[in-house]
């Protein structure tokens, strides 16, 4: 086995994109098994100790990067313009999103390597919640309410309850939904005669935009990590 290669390894691990990362190894602050290692193509042994500006760099296994989604990107790798065009300089070859935004939708949108949090975030038994921001062509009403959090029928399927917050202009309302179906903001509203005239997501779980502007991608902090694991029951 020839080792992951060091600038593929720390991109991997959030210390940069691939030019960055071979710009700091280039600078002699990088450490393999105590050596300075000035070729970002060296490959590291698995399981060898890093080091970063002499101190020493948890090999994490996974990367998870949250992207600000803009409107007019295609969550797909075969489609354009597609989100993955955003991720510029991150190795994008195992990275998988968490549910999918529409083309016109925009916001919160996580990648990750890790599989098992991948399927523990997008099945519906972990209950984790995804928070949109709509603007409607008609006012939402209490009975709107009522109706998402009872459940209403999709494909013959009741939705789990969604809570609907009607602020004081009922045209842009805050939706939270347990589960991700396809295109399942758009068709609950739908079902209630009316339309969705503008879609952001603006949480999962634990995790918000922050000020992350649009177009915008960085890992994520160990914090979010760990409060993300938690909410899905995974060990760190
Ligand atoms: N629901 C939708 O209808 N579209 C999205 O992009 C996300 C949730």
Do not use: C
């Not at 503008?198 to 991608?217: A, E, I, N, Q, W």
């Amino acid at each position: 086995m020839r080792g992951e290669r060091l600038d593929r390894l720390l991109a991997r691990l959030g210390l940069g994109s691939r030019k960055e990362v071979g710009r700091l190894v280039r600078s002699g602050r990088v450490r393999v098994e105590g050596q300075v290692v000035l070729d970002p193509g060296f490959h590291v042994p698995e399981r060898a100790g890093l080091e970063v500006e002499g101190r020493p760099l948890a090999t994490r296994r996974h990367l998870h990067l949250l992207l600000h989604k803009p409107a007019g990107y295609v969550t797909s790798r075969k489609e354009g313009p597609s989100v993955y065009a955003l991720l510029q300089g991150f190795p994008t070859r195992d990275l998988s999103p968490v549910g999918r935004l529409d083309k016109d939708a925009e916001g919160l949108l996580l990648f990750t390597t890790h599989g098992e949090l991948l399927h523990r975030l997008t099945h519906p038994r972990h209950k984790v919640e995804k928070r949109y921001l709509v603007r409607l062509l008609h006012p939402a009403t209490e009975a709107d309410a009522r109706a998402f959090q009872e459940g209403i029928f999709l494909d013959g399927e009741r939705t789990l309850p969604a809570r609907l917050r009607l602020g004081e202009d009922p045209i842009w309302v805050e939706l939270t939904l347990l589960e991700g179906r396809f295109h399942q903001v758009k068709r609950m509203f739908r079902a209630r005669g009316n339309r969705v005239l503008y879609l952001k997501r603006l949480g999962l779980g634990p995790l918000t935009l922050g000020d992350l502007p649009p177009g915008g991608v960085r890992p994520l902090t160990p914090e979010e990590e760990g409060a993300l694991y938690l909410a899905v029951g995974l060990a760190p």
